[in-house]
């Protein structure tokens, strides 16, 4: 006779789960542990790249850049110089 499946709820499954959940967790320290300087460097620059203190500090960056280069009027300066002949 074939076996009944296992379910989510039985126990023998959520031992297994358990002892692949601890693996997996096991795993990740140990690659935590091996990274270099650079890789842990990489990972900072990327986080503060991906978050919205990123998209702020930029936005007022370059507005104030585009503000300044307009006369922060909103519209382009244009003198003439009207040409002596």
Known sequence: MAEPP?????????AVIERNINALL???????????????????VARFAGSMLFVYLHLILFGGCI?????????????????SS
């Open 6 to 14: 296992l379910h989510a709820h039985s126990p023998g499954v959520s």
């Open 67 to 83: 503000l300044a280069s307009v006369g922060g009027y909103g519209y382009y300066r244009v003198s003439i110089q009207r040409s």
């Open 26 to 44: 096991a795993h990740r320290a140990a690659e935590e542990r091996k990274r270099g300087l650079q890789e842990k460097i990489a990972e900072v």
